[in-house]
Every structure is written in structure tokens, then in C-alpha cells.
């Protein structure tokens, strides 16, 4: 019977172990070099033994990232960086072309993560300090310890949101429209549609993924920026100071569309944050999609549904 691995990332350790006991009571050893902190501890059940053959859909590209903010070390709304290593685990078990922005520590999991799969994936290095947005992360510190922005902002008052108070957060949440363009430069796979997947998407809810790994989404609407739609949008089109409110209507973890869109959609998007900081305005990816979206509704192509609901529709 199997007794399940065991994955164990601990202070003063230069190696990962991920041990098993299969039903046929062979023991099998893996190891990675990782310099993990003290602070970085999992100890959970297990296993994934690599891709087999292909029989995944190969049409399109998934890009995404997985950068390390400090989240493990905050106070509210905290979580370990190898927790988040663990929700990605799902994602990267998706047999598909992938484009992985990672850090260092991170690219040995990866690695180990896309075995059998190594043609259709594509593993770039990063840094907080390498996304363009990090240089907005002076004036993102001013506007947050401003009293106009911390006057009747909701995401502070209604359980201190670390999108109103951590700039890195917000950095990385914008800058995941950076890290597509990126993606499409490179047009590792020859694809002409490319979808955003958080690293954490699913948070390892059980059922978010396909069991199986395979996934064929229906790539229509090619001109448009897909976004996920979790409630009525249209009332909030003349509310002001929607950067202050504590709404959730454009999931964030999600979006695909063709290169040419996504490109149109990079350009507004670098404008936007530029205006914001002329203005004063800090948030994240969400807050940042509903404004573009009102500005041009032709741009976009919203679905109806929940939070985790990608490879359901």
C-alpha cells in the first residue's frame, strides 16, 4: 500500500526529498537542491510521477509565475511560500505548452513538476525587481501612507486588504499582462492564443483541475481579452474611487485572448498605471481590468461564472 511521499523543505536543509513507497514496496529517492529558508516548511502527501505519452491539446500556451513576496512573514492574510508551490503543482500538471516566470529556489520544483514534458515547456528566470511595474513601488509606498487614499478606502476598513497596504503584492498582481506580452515576443510554441493562470489558481481545491491533466478550451473569440465574470459589472461603471472599494466583479487569476489583443491590451493597461500614479491610485489586476473594460467594452469578452470555474466552461 502506498504510504505516500513525503515533500520536506526546512531550515538549514540544502535538499528537497520526496520519498515513496509504491504498492509494488519499491523505494524510490529524489533530490533537489534548493536554498530554502527556515520559513519555507512543508510536510505534506505527494506524488507525481511525470508525464506520459502527449494527448494534450497543443493550440495555445498558458503563462505563468510564481515570485516570492514576503507573504509567509505577514501578519494578515498570510501564506507560505511552499504552500503556494504546492497549489501550482496542479497547474503544472496540465498537458500543455507553459511558459513558467520563476525564481531560482523555485525552478528545481518546476523542473521536476514538467518531466516528460520538457519540449513544451519554457522556464524563465525573475526577480520582483525585474517587472517593469517595480519601479513604481516608491510612489505605490507614498499613495498608500497618504491620508487621501486611506480616507474612506474600504479594502482598509473592511479587514486591511493587502492590496491597500503592500506595494510587492500589487507589483506582481499588475504585472501579469507584462509577463504575457513577454511570453508572445518569445512565441516559444508558434501559438497565436496565450492564456494567464495564476501559479496559486485553485488555491488546491480539490476538482478545480482535470484530473487527467488534459484540457481543451474553446478558443473563440480571439479578438477579445477573456475575463472571468463573477457578478453584475454595469452598476458599477460611475461609482468613484473604485480603487477604494472592496468588490470582487473581474476575477484576476484568469485571462486569454490573441496576440494582437493582448498586445492592444499591454499598451492600455501601461498607460493606465501611469495615470494612476499621476492620480494617486494603487490596486490590483482587478480593479485595473474593470476601468479598461469601461473604457472599451469592444476590447473584452466576459463569461459568467465562479472564482475557480476555468475548466469548467
Known amino acids: ?14 535538499l528537497v526529498v520526496i520519498v515513496g513507497l509504491s504498492s509494488a514496496t519499491v523505494l524510490y529517492l529524489v533530490g533537489v537542491y534548493v536554498p530554502f529558508t527556515c520559513t519555507d516548511v512543508y510536510d505534506s502527501p ?18 505563468t509565475s510564481m515570485i516570492d513576496i514576503g507573504r509567509g512573514r505577514w501578519n494578515a492574510q498570510s501564506r507560505k511560500y511552499n504552500d503556494y508551490l504546492m497549489f501550482m503543482s496542479h497547474l503544472l500538471k496540465l498537458d500543455v505548452n507553459m511558459v513558467i516566470f520563476i525564481e531560482t529556489k523555485g525552478r ?7 518531466r516528460g514534458r520538457k519540449k513544451r515547456t ?7 525587481q525585474d517587472l517593469p511595474y517595480y519601479k513604481h513601488r516608491g510612489r505605490m509606498e507614498e ?20 492590496e491597500a497596504r503592500i506595494p510587492e503584492y500589487d507589483i506582481v498582481q499588475l504585472s501579469k499582462i507584462h509577463l504575457v506580452n513577454e511570453a508572445i515576443l518569445r512565441n516559444p510554441f508558434n501559438t497565436s492564443y496565450y492564456f494567464w493562470i495564476d501559479g496559486g489558481y485553485g488555491h488546491g481545491e480539490a476538482g478545480v483541475y482535470p484530473s487527467d491533466g488534459v484540457w481543451k478550451p474553446v478558443l473563440a473569440h480571439s479578438d477579445k481579452v477573456m475575463l472571468l465574470q463573477l457578478k453584475p459589472i454595469d452598476e458599477w461603471e460611475h461609482v468613484p474611487d473604485l480603487h477604494k472599494k472592496n468588490i470582487n466583479i473581474l476575477a484576476g487569476g484568469v485571462f486569454g485572448g490573441g496576440v494582437d489583443v493582448l498586445r492592444r491590451y499591454h499598451e492600455l493597461h501601461v498607460k493606465l498605471i501611469d495615470e494612476w500614479m499621476r492620480k494617486g491610485i494603487v490596486d490590483d489586476d482587478q480593479t485595473a481590468n474593470i476601468q479598461l473594460y469601461f473604457r472599451d467594452r469592444t476590447m473584452f469578452h466576459l463569461v459568467r461564472s465562479g472564482w475557480f470555474d476555468l475548466f469548467k466552461l
Open 1 to 14: 500500500m502506498f504510504n505516500g511521499p513525503r515533500f520536506s523543505l526546512s531550515c538549514n536543509r540544502k
Open 46 to 63: 505527494f506524488l507525481w510521477e511525470g508525464f506520459g505519452p502527449e494527448r494534450g491539446s497543443y493550440s495555445f500556451t498558458v503563462v
Open 108 to 114: 528545481p520544483f518546476v523542473e521536476w513538476m514538467r
Open 122 to 128: 519554457l522556464i524563465l528566470p525573475i526577480t520582483l
Open 143 to 162: 499613495i498608500m501612507k497618504s491620508v487621501e487614499y486611506q480616507n474612506d478606502n474600504e479594502l482598509l476598513t473592511d479587514g486591511d486588504h493587502c
